[in-house]
C-alpha cells in the first residue's frame, strides 16, 4: 500500500510539472532570414567571432583604399603594405555586436563595432601599439543605424563618427553576414577632399555579430 501511495504521489507531479515547448517559446521571438534573431550558434574554427574584409576579386585596389580610408587620421606613409586576401597575416578584420529589435532596426544603444588593420608594421612585432583600429561606439560619441528586411535578409549597416562613416551593405542569411564596405570621410590628414569609395567585400558568421 505504502509503495502505491508513493506511486500516485510520483504520477500527479509529473502531471502537474509544465513541460518545455520549443515551439512556443519561439513564437514572440523574430526572426530574419528564417532564423531567430537571438539564436545561438557555434562558429566553426577558422573565423570564430572574427569578421574579414577582403578583395579577392582585385576590384578595389584594396590597399590603397584601407590607407584612403585611415586618411581621416592617418598619414598613408604611416602605414605599411596590407594583404587583400581574407586568410594573409596581414588584412583588415572586425568584430562587434549588432543587435537588431524586432522590426529589423539596429538599436544602436546595444550594437558596437572595430575594425581592425593589420598591415606589415603590425606584423613586424606584433604589439598592440601597432595595431591600427577604427571603433564605432556609441558610448563613446558614435552612431550606429541600419535596417535588415526581416523576410530576406537585406540590409545596411551605416557607423558614424567625427571622421565620417563606414557602411555595411549585404544580407544576413542562415549562417552569415555578409556584403560589400564602402565609406566617406569627412575630414582628411593629409589636405584636400576627404576620401570616399568602396573598401572591399565583407564576412562574418551571423552568430558571431548578430543579437
Known sequence: MKKLTILIALTLLAAC??????????TNVATIAGQAIGTQCVASNNT??????????GSFNFEAQVKALLSATISPNEIGSISPQGNAQTGVR???LIKLDASGNVVAAQSRLTIS???SIW??????????QVIFDPSKG?????????TSGDGALLLKDQY???RFQGKIDAQNFSGTVSFQNSVSVVGGSPASGTLGQFFIQRCAILQ
Open 17 to 26: 510539472t509544465p513541460k518545455r515547448n520549443s515551439t512556443q517559446a519561439q
Open 48 to 57: 570564430a567571432s572574427v569578421g574579414t574584409i577582403y578583395d579577392n576579386q
Open 94 to 96: 572586425f568584430n562587434g
Open 117 to 119: 588593420v593589420y598591415d
Open 123 to 132: 606584423l613586424s612585432n606584433q604589439t598592440a601599439s601597432n595595431l591600427i
Open 142 to 150: 558614435s552612431t550606429i543605424s541600419g535596417q535588415f528586411n526581416l
Open 164 to 166: 565620417g562613416e563606414v
